[in-house]
């Protein structure tokens, strides 16, 4: 579950998104929510630019199957 | 363009082949390095029956047992393409994958016309 | 040259599409309601036809054949889950279908059964082993041929066409709605069993299909399986004009044949014999690469018949080690007939594992690109996912409700 740190859930971890280019794959965004768990079936809505991630910086600590993420994220 | 992928959905468990196009093994899991405030990196595959026990619970441990129990680690740098399949620079044997088929080829073999 | 060829494959593909169940469903189904439920074989060879096409594509595009897209789309828990229980049921399906091998030998010679069980097994085998597997394809599917005799035994019986067109349109005339339901669903299933996927899609793989095969792929899927279809049709009302209000339940292979000889003779009979045999032969290897094929893509192993058995030797011990297990349980005795029933029913309980994942890949950019599925191919895909769903979740309980069909 990805929660801020003030508690607000944003939805579950369904995926990691990451960059190809460089050495080894960098991963820049967890995919989060429903809208994530169909990406991750791979059904691309066609909305492109729907929110459904948030981006790996935000994340301030992990604690068992939570992940916290800074106040004020919001889904990218 | 950098080019983006979903770990979950465009590597995990799908096919490896090496080198030669052989097919040896499924990307079973993914060993990622980094924390909070560094970067994350996915920087090994790791396939093998000993690493199902920790993705189906009892009957995973299960299916590990009668698999053997063995598990590979195959280091990013060893990863030539990620398309439909997971592409290998190297042969299976020099990364330590396919044995189980290595290792019941000397029977299959004794058995005449297996190599029509 | 290339059209020759295509009408090979699309010959091989008829005879290929019947095997026991088929035969089972199609015969019973006319004997206990005549030619009333003619439509729902139109709908499970359309459903077989959208979904083997699909298939086909996928594996041509991607090269991913259906446990490859199983594992990577629900994952090693589900997908494992998936595994267990189409292995069952091909198991189930390939111990059925070499006992109605045994069955056909003993018809034709009169030999013991058991002893026909092991002659099956063995030959079985040394066919597999020996034979190049273009000509296995089309010796089974050449000599499954040899059913079209139903075709002409079902003109030769005069059956009232206007019933039999009538058949075409959905109705339901009947004192037991619950058994016409639970026919409804075996023919359903018999005609959307998994294995032809599986069978089909490791096949595109293994022949290496590219984009340039997807013709050839979609010839294949609906002239095939059309035509299958058609056979499926003669069983049925040569059941029903020969069998409905006899009080006759085709329980017998033997049966099934007596479909043929009662309008045509002696020759009737052997082209029916010679014609099960070896369509349900044709099934029986079908099923016992599917078994291997599985495993190995689930697993990850080396897999294919085109490549020699020491170049895939896990995949090799696996058809081996099923083909022993599965004559080990038609020794026992059990009832090829109504093994089918059961193995029939359990898989229309395992489709929608096996479909759904394919319906996903298929409409994934990533991998299939200009060839994504398309907005018939979806229509169609999404609706027979509805129906699968459907008979997977009343087949079990129908079976028990029906005594498997008996009452």
């Known amino acids: 579950m990805v929660e801020t740190e003030s508690g607000r859930r944003l939805g579950r971890c369904r995926d990691l998104r990451a960059v190809l280019d460089t050495r080894r794959p960098v991963v820049r965004e967890l995919v989060v929510g429903r809208r994530g768990r169909l990406e991750h079936l791979g059904i691309r809505t066609r909305r492109r630019n729907s929110p459904d991630a948030v981006p790996w910086e935000a994340v301030v600590r992990v604690e068992g199957s939570r992940i916290v993420v800074r106040d004020g994220t919001e889904l990218v | 363009m950098s080019r983006s992928i979903d770990l979950g959905l465009n590597v995990l468990d799908h096919q490896l ?55 590979t680690r195959i280091p990013w740098e060893e990863v030539a393409h990620v398309g439909s399949h997971v592409s290998l620079r190297k042969r299976a044997q020099e990364l330590g994958l396919g044995r189980g088929d290595d290792r019941m080829r000397p029977y299959i073999e004794k058995i005449p016309g297996a190599d029509r | ?27 019973s189904a006319g004997a206990t309601f005549g030619y009333q439920l003619l439509w729902v074989v139109v709908i499970g060879v359309v459903g077989i036809t959208v979904y083997s096409e699909m298939c086909g594509r996928v594996a041509a595009v991607s090269g991913k054949a259906v446990f490859d897209a199983v594992r990577e789309r629900v994952g090693f828990k589900a997908g494992l889950g998936a595994l267990v229980s189409s292995q069952v049921v091909n198991l189930m399906t390939l111990t059925a279908e070499i006992g109605g091998v045994a069955i056909c030998l003993q018809l034709l010679s009169g030999l013991p059964y058991r002893w026909l069980i092991v002659l099956a097994g063995a030959a079985l085998v040394v066919v597999v082993w020996v034979t190049a597997f ?217 489709l929608p594992l096996t479909y759904i994942p394919i319906l996903l890949v298929a409409n994934d950019r990533t991998y299939m690109r200009e060839y994504t599925n398309g907005r018939i191919a979806n229509v169609l895909g999404v609706l027979y996912l509805v129906v699968i769903m459907v008979i997977a979740l009343t087949a079990i309980p129908l079976m028990i409700l029906t005594n498997v069909g008996q009452n």
């Not at chain 3, 020759?4 to 015969?27: H, M």
């Open chain 3, 134 to 350: 273009e000509w296995i394809e089309r010796i089974f599917g050449y000599g499954g041929l040899c059913l079209l005799v139903f075709a002409v035994a079902a003109v030769k019986l005069h059956p009232p066409w206007g019933a039999v067109g009538h058949g075409f349109v959905p109705h339901m005339h009947t004192q037991s709605p619950l058994l016409y339901a639970y026919f409804a669903v075996g023919l359903l299933g018999a005609a959307m069993t998994p294995y032809e996927v599986y069978f089909y899609s490791s096949g595109g793989v293994e022949e290496r299909w590219g984009p340039k095969d997807l013709g050839l792929n979609k010839v294949n899927a609906i002239i095939g399986y059309g035509l299958g279809g058609f056979l499926s049709f003669a069983l049925m009302i040569v059941g029903g004009a020969l069998f409905l209000g006899q009080g006759v339940e085709p329980e017998f292979l033997g049966t099934i044949a007596l479909g043929a000889e009662v309008p045509l003779g002696q020759i009737g009979l052997l082209l029916a014999l010679v014609g099960i045999l070896f369509a349900v032969s044709g099934a029986a290897i079908d099923t016992l690469f599917s078994g291997a094929y599985n495993l190995a893509q689930f697993l990850g192993w080396e897999w294919g018949r085109y490549r020699h058995p020491r170049g895939a030797p896990r995949f090799t011990v696996t058809w081996l080690v099923l083909l022993v297990l599965a004559l080990g349980v038609v020794l026992t005795g059990v009832d090829p007939v109504q093994l089918t029933e059961y193995a029939v029913i359990f898989s229309a309980v395992a």
């Open chain 3, 1 to 27: 040259m290339k059209i020759f060829q295509v009408a090979l494959g699309i010959l091989a593909a008829i005879g290929g599409f019947v095997d026991i169940g088929d035969l089972v469903f199609n015969v």
């Open chain 2, 17 to 71: 082949l090496d080198a030669e196009e052989r097919r040896c093994g499924k990307v079973d899991d993914l060993a990622l390095e980094g924390g909070p405030g560094e970067q994350l990196e996915l920087v090994a595959i790791l396939a093998g029956p000993g690493v199902w026990r920790t993705r189906a619970g009892l009957v995973g441990r299960l299916a590990s047992w009668l698999g053997g129990g063995g598990r």
